[in-house]
């Protein structure tokens, strides 16, 4: 089985920051993965994915992420915070075995 | 396209009660999968439908059941309401046959409140 390790319950930026959230998996074969952002009392929604092609992947709302496959990291940043991006982030990576793995979740507090 | 559709958004129920929750999935999306939130356990999976069939299941006990319809809709029941039952259960559906390429689509959940 798959497993997803976000480092950090909790991460708090200034307005105007670098965004650093990051996220490791473990995966024996290529795997495709995805950031999520839920605000409260709503679903997940997708900010991006990676699944082949280009290691750098833009997402909505001005995030991004890199593939690592040397460290199995898929790590999302945002140069610049913003206090809408307050809401909780999930990593996520699924294979051919029709299911997905959600990491616990990292709650980003955008201090203005 | 319309979202996926989950109802009903909250439900309070006592212990020892059964509950149904609906989910409508994007329309032509055939994969629907279920989980658990709460706060201290993250997101728990707890099964996946495709046409019609349960293709996966996570580890919950067996008063947690699903099914799916034709149209692709689906419930799940939880029996026999126990107070850890409280918790978020968002439904999710992808397009997909044959593997998870493509991302879930949620729903707003379902907030199920066992007292």
């Known amino acids: 089985a798959q497993s997803v390790t976000q480092l950090g319950s909790h991460v708090s930026v200034s307005e105007g920051a670098l965004v650093l959230l990051r996220c490791n998996y473990s995966?024996?074969?290529?795997?495709?993965l995805f950031w999520y952002v839920q605000y409260p009392n709503q679903g997940l929604q997708l900010l991006l994915k990676?699944?082949?092609?280009?290691?750098l992947v833009k997402g909505i709302n001005g995030f991004e992420a890199e593939f690592k496959k040397s460290e199995t990291s898929f790590h999302l940043t945002k140069p610049s915070a913003h206090m809408s991006d307050a809401a909780e982030y999930f990593c996520a990576v699924s294979d051919a075995g029709n299911q997905f793995y959600f990491g616990t979740g990292t709650s980003l507090t955008v201090i203005p | 396209k319309a979202g996926v559709t989950q109802t009903p958004r909250y439900l309070i129920k006592t212990r020892g009660q059964q509950v149904t929750l609906s989910c409508s999935p994007i329309?032509?999306?055939?994969?629907v999968s279920w989980y658990q939130q709460t706060p201290g356990q993250g997101l728990q999976f707890l099964f996946e439908?495709?046409?019609?069939?349960?293709?996966n299941k996570g580890n919950f006990p067996g008063r947690f059941s699903g099914r799916q319809f034709s149209n692709s809709r689906s419930e799940m029941n939880v029996s026999t309401l126990e107070l850890g039952d409280s918790a978020l259960y968002l439904c999710?559906?992808?397009?997909?046959?044959?593997?998870?390429?493509?991302?879930?689509?949620f729903g707003n959940g379902t907030r199920l409140t066992v007292t």
């Open positions: 990676y699944t082949t092609g280009a290691t």
């Open positions: 995966s024996s074969v290529p795997p495709y």
């Open positions: 999710a559906s992808s397009p997909d046959g044959t593997g998870f390429s493509s991302p879930l689509h």
């Open positions: 329309s032509g999306h055939r994969s």
């Open positions: 439908y495709f046409s019609e069939t349960q293709r």
